[in-house]
């Protein structure tokens, strides 16, 4: 995927891009007056200081997605029984116990208990595997599907591969988003930084311009928020189903009219990585419900 380029026509359209983002936005700050305290026990921490890596492009603070949904979105995540996205953790966790491929082995199999063997993983995710490639968590689902199973490889959007993501992630809810992004991480972090702040598509609109510049505000009905994924896999009620990371970064990049990357590529595990690092601090929510 390549910016948006043509004969004088780009500034044109970014152009007629800003004048509408500007006429459709109204401002509004994110919800304050309440708590997300998962089955009234979990209090998971909704704001937290800006990381400094960040050179203050969010201000001192950095929200979680759900201070910007509404009040029905965000009772859904306070109960585990209301929350839709519980019907695919439950099939990953079936999935976790069940013999797959040749060589006939289960995750547990290999990695015993979930709740012990996969606490923390979703916090650290993506990182910089033995051969210094950067994986992202559906990378390693993968690697021991086809290693060790002996078993077909999950698409990166499959309903499966987000159902096992999902209850993977469970697992670290709670716990703060720490990625590695200095020594062999730096490189990776950088490249997806630049994708950040680069302009795509035929309306030449950036992440940033969304996340950074209009977070706050609404476009049409959507209340922009400041993008962090410490909630994926999530449900998201739009799609009425579950929604992986890339799947939305391949959603972002269409609406900005442009040819996006391929789910699971380079570059997405790249701008996961960078995304990741601006949430820093945050628990993982996993599974979130955003609209």
């Given at each position: 995927?390549?910016?948006?380029?043509?004969?004088?026509?780009?500034?044109?359209?970014?152009?007629?891009?800003?004048?509408?983002?500007?006429?459709?936005?109204?401002?509004?700050?994110?919800?304050?007056?309440?708590e997300l305290v998962i089955n009234e026990e979990?209090?998971?921490?909704?704001?937290?200081p800006a990381p400094?890596?960040?050179?203050?492009?969010?201000?001192?603070?950095?929200?979680?997605?759900w201070r910007f949904r509404d009040t029905e979105t965000r009772a859904?995540?306070?109960?585990?029984?209301?929350?839709?996205?519980?019907?695919?953790?439950?099939a990953g966790l079936a999935a976790w116990d069940t013999?797959?491929?040749?060589?006939?082995?289960?995750?547990?199999?290999?990695?015993?208990?979930?709740?012990?063997?996969?606490?923390?993983?979703?916090?650290?995710?993506?990182?910089?595997?033995?051969?210094?490639?950067?994986?992202?968590?559906?990378?390693?689902?993968?690697?021991?599907r086809e290693t060790r199973m002996e078993a077909e490889p999950w698409g990166w959007n499959s309903q499966e591969m987000k159902n096992m993501t999902a209850a993977i992630g469970l697992q670290s809810r709670?716990?703060?988003?720490?990625?590695?992004?200095?020594?062999?991480?730096?490189?990776?972090?950088?490249?997806?930084?630049?994708?950040y702040y680069t302009r795509f598509g035929q309306l030449e609109m950036s992440c940033a311009n969304c996340h950074e510049d209009n977070f706050g505000n609404y476009i049409r009905s959507d209340h922009l928020s400041q993008g962090q994924v410490n909630g994926f896999p999530l449900y998201r009620l739009k799609d009425q189903g579950a929604v992986s990371m890339h799947q939305r970064f391949v959603g972002c990049v269409r609406d900005t009219r442009g040819e996006t990357f391929a789910p699971g590529s380079q570059e997405f595990r790249e701008l996961e990585l960078y995304v990741a690092s601006r949430g820093m601090g945050l628990p993982v929510e996993t599974p979130a419900v955003r609209h």
């Open positions: 995927m390549k910016p948006y380029r043509s004969l004088g026509a780009a500034t044109t359209v970014a152009a007629v891009a800003a004048m509408t983002l500007a006429a459709v936005t109204a401002s509004a700050d994110p919800v304050m007056d309440d979990l209090e998971l921490m909704t704001d937290t400094e890596h960040l050179g203050g492009v969010l201000g001192e603070t950095i929200y979680s997605g859904m995540q306070k109960d585990d029984f209301d929350n839709p996205m519980f019907l695919f953790v439950d013999p797959e491929g040749a060589a006939n082995q289960s995750c547990a199999d290999c990695h015993n208990s979930i709740e012990d063997s996969m606490k923390g993983v979703r916090a650290a995710m993506p990182r910089v595997n033995a051969d210094g490639e950067l994986w992202s968590l559906e990378n390693y689902v993968n690697d021991c709670g716990m703060p988003v720490e990625v590695q992004i200095d020594g062999e991480a730096a490189p990776f972090w950088e490249k997806g930084k630049e994708m």
